[in-house]
């Protein structure tokens, strides 16, 4: 796993802009069973190609009055998935080396990383000398996060691209980490600032948030459903 990242900021007097892109590049560098779950010495393998990742961020900044400010930001960010759910039991086999036991939740080679999509606009303004108001509003998407799906023997010959039999050796239904999970948020924040006299100051935050998802832990589907 590796990453580079540019930016610049072009300052045009009364707009800021600030952009750059990041690039991350993701590689299992290993060999993994064809069919998860059929980990056998004479059992075919596949090396999941390298994966590379853009991510444009931009953010605009610009005085609306000589003591407000109106700034908008937009960017996508992306989050590698955990070792353990690529390569957890990558070589053993669901019947000869696990004992056929379902509990156990398997690594996927073919694994993306989760991306975010964010989009936050804010206005600034000083009320006074010492006191300052702040207005954000945000939305932000994430898709492909981490998630633990129980696959059926011909979505495992799919995952694999195996189109030539009819079922895993096994016909069990196996619980293996995938990218399925998805979360919206959106919300407004207010902030209100105020220097007082000494070493004394205030600051006082209204939060309105509405978060969705389909799950708040990868483990959540099967500890349901499983």
Do not use: C
């Not at 019947?95 to 379902?102: A, E, K, Q």
């Not at 996060?145 to 010959?157: C, E, G, K």
């Not at 799919?158 to 239904?173: F, H, K, P």
């Amino acid at each position: 796993i590796a990453s580079a990242y540019v930016q610049n900021i072009a300052d045009f007097g009364d707009l800021v802009l600030d952009y750059g892109l990041r690039v991350d590049y993701m590689d299992t560098r290993a060999d993994f069973p064809l069919v998860i779950g059929e980990a056998r010495p004479d059992d075919p393998v596949t090396r999941p190609e390298a994966q590379v990742f853009y991510s444009p961020r931009l953010s605009v900044a610009l005085p609306v009055t000589d003591r407000s400010q109106m700034r908008l930001s937009y960017g996508h960010f992306f989050q590698s998935p955990s070792f353990k759910d690529i390569y957890s039991h990558m070589n053993q086999d669901f019947r000869f080396d696990l004992g056929g036991n379902t509990n156990n939740i398997f690594g996927n080679g073919n694994l993306e990383m989760a991306q975010s999509v964010m989009f936050e606009a804010g206005f600034s303004t000083i009320l006074t000398d010492n006191a300052r108001l702040d207005f954000v509003g945000y939305h932000s998407e994430v898709r492909g996060d981490i998630a633990v799906r129980q696959l059926t023997p011909d979505q495992l010959l799919e995952l694999g691209g195996v189109t030539d039999r009819a079922s895993t050796r096994s016909n069990a239904i196996l619980s293996v980490y995938t990218n399925r999970d998805k979360t919206t948020a959106k919300g407004l924040e207010v902030t209100f600032n105020r220097r007082m006299s000494g070493w004394w100051g205030l600051d006082a935050t209204y939060t309105l948030a509405f978060p969705r998802a389909t799950a708040s832990d990868p483990r959540e589907y099967i500890l349901t459903f499983g």
